[in-house]
């Protein structure tokens, strides 16, 4: 058994132009600055609501795993959710006992400098679900 | 001005019996009882995982509006985030002056029993938001 919660955060893609635009619009939020992500392809930018936020993911790189996505959402759009576990090795063994596939055999660094994990969208009903350990 | 906050849930479609074998792997989260709201065409299930929680959502009627979600993305997916805010009139009216498309002349009351109202997904980079008065 272990500990799930919902990350106070949610994932999307977009054009960084138009992000910039959206700042504006942003006034009462506030931005933090770009990450880049090199071993998942993506740059990260992190928008601070309250105490949740909004990452916003860019492609890096010529290989990205975001790029078909953003190919396929010309306007860009959501991309995955996050669940906090507080044991991802537990987890991953208990996912694949259930057949739900991990898009990696072992967990990476993510953008919080802990461990995570993607699981396969067609078998978590169309979702993009990253576990990361809390 | 106003305040935002982005709320601690994501909103996902999916057939609810699909679902039902998901609540066997959500062992560690708390699954509320169903709600129909005819006002939106939706039945929604809120999973309370620690203090955030995911809505699946279901269509409900004949003419429900998230049918053609389902009917392009056969597994369901991600279908809107919700961001809070502290005065939707004021949010609404600087929403219009920036050109951001509402989908409703008015708020309308959500699952949450507040004034709801989503925003065009083609004006906020592909992504389908929602704004709850909190």
Redesign the interface.
Known sequence: ??????????S????FS??EA?RL?????QLRSSKPLPEHGVTTVFVE??????ELLHPLGEKSPVQSFLDK??????H??C??VDNIQKAMEDLKA?N?RLLSEQAKIGAHGKPVVFLH??DC???LVELEEA
Do not use: W
Not at 12 to 15: A, D, H, Y
Not at 25 to 29: I, N, V
Not at 73 to 78: A, E, I, V
């Open positions: 058994m272990y500990r799930l919660a919902l990350q106070r955060s949610v999307l893609l977009c054009k138009k992000c959206k619009h942003l006034t009462a939020a609501l309250g105490d949740t936020k909004i959402n010309k306007s860009g759009g959501m995955h959710i669940i906090e259930q739900i969208p067609k009903d169309g979702v």
